[in-house]
């Protein structure tokens, strides 16, 4: 499909970080206003850092190469206000490229939380899905001790595994593609979708 958007290519080193298989996802719990995330790849290092504005009536999410914020990589709106199965989309802030969407699953959600995987032209394409019914409703009604980890899959092939470590100060998540040896799913919307089962999964469960 041609387009009259004028890009900017990446930068080597941003597009770098989006290569590798595995991340770590960390957000402290005590924050006021908005929410940050800090995604460390396997070596240790920062690889993003996201920011969600606060304040706002449509969640605006915010992911840069780094704690400055001086390079912005994505962005990740919601569609509408306040909507409990809104839809999110996600653009390449430094080409202006709309990468897919993102969009929860509401009454679905009550008992199991669900997220389409949405292409370009907004055609389903994959799912995120929580482990398992059984757990899930066992988070909702009796305990939300229990970590949540949640499956990713395109064409009904697995590209990710989205998995929670219990801490009661620090969220932790463990962010792995390595099944996805054909680059089913843009790394980029998968960033996005790890971004977004910590803010909005996250927030749910009071973290």
Same mark, same amino acid.
């Not at 064409?155 to 219990?166: C, S």
């Given at each position: 499909?041609?387009?009259? !958007?004028?890009?900017?290519?990446?930068? #080597?080193?941003?597009?770098?970080?989006? %290569?590798?298989?595995?991340?770590?996802? @960390? =957000? /402290?719990?005590?924050?006021?206003?908005?929410?940050?995330?800090?995604?460390?790849?396997?070596?240790?290092?920062?690889?993003?850092?996201?920011?969600?504005?606060?304040?706002?009536?449509?969640?605006?999410?915010?992911?840069?190469?780094?704690?400055?914020?001086?390079?912005?990589?994505?962005?990740?709106?919601?569609?509408?206000? !306040?909507?409990?199965?809104?839809?999110? #989309?996600?653009?390449?802030?430094?080409? %202006?490229?709309?990468?897919?969407?993102? @969009? =929860? /699953?509401?009454?679905?959600?009550?008992?199991?939380?669900?997220?389409?995987?949405?292409?370009?032209?907004?055609?389903?394409?994959?799912?995120?899905?929580?482990?398992?019914?059984?757990?899930?409703?066992?988070?909702?009604?009796?305990?939300?001790?229990?970590?949540?980890?949640?499956?990713?899959?395109?064409?009904?092939?697995?590209?990710?595994?989205?998995?929670?470590?219990?801490?009661?100060?620090?969220?932790?998540?463990?962010?792995?593609?390595?099944?996805?040896?054909?680059?089913?799913?843009?790394?980029?919307?998968?960033?996005?979708?790890?971004?977004?089962?910590?803010?909005?999964?996250?927030?749910?469960?009071?973290?």
């Amino acid at each position: 499909m041609s387009t009259a !958007l004028q890009t900017r290519p990446r930068s #080597d080193l941003a597009a770098g970080r989006f %290569g590798q298989s595995r991340y770590m996802i @960390r =957000r /402290k719990f005590f924050k006021l206003f908005g929410g940050a995330f800090h995604i460390y790849d396997a070596a240790g290092n920062v690889a993003f850092y996201s920011k969600m504005k606060a304040f706002k009536l449509k969640e605006d999410l915010r992911i840069y190469s780094g704690e400055d914020m001086q390079e912005e990589l994505l962005t990740i709106q919601a569609r509408s206000i !306040l909507d409990l199965g809104a839809t999110y #989309d996600v653009t390449d802030a430094t080409t %202006g490229e709309r990468v897919g969407a993102l @969009r =929860r /699953k509401a009454l679905r959600s009550i008992l199991r939380d669900q997220w389409l995987v949405l292409d370009v032209d907004g055609q389903e394409v994959g799912r995120i899905e929580e482990d398992s019914m059984l757990l899930a409703l066992v988070r909702r009604l009796l305990t939300n001790l229990i970590p949540q980890t949640f499956s990713g899959t395109v064409g009904d092939v697995p590209v990710l595994t989205f998995r929670q470590h219990f801490n009661p100060f620090i969220q932790k998540i463990d962010l792995d593609f390595s099944v996805d040896t054909q680059r089913r799913l843009d790394r980029r919307l998968g960033i996005a979708a790890a971004v977004l089962l910590c803010a909005i999964e996250g927030r749910q469960s009071g973290g």
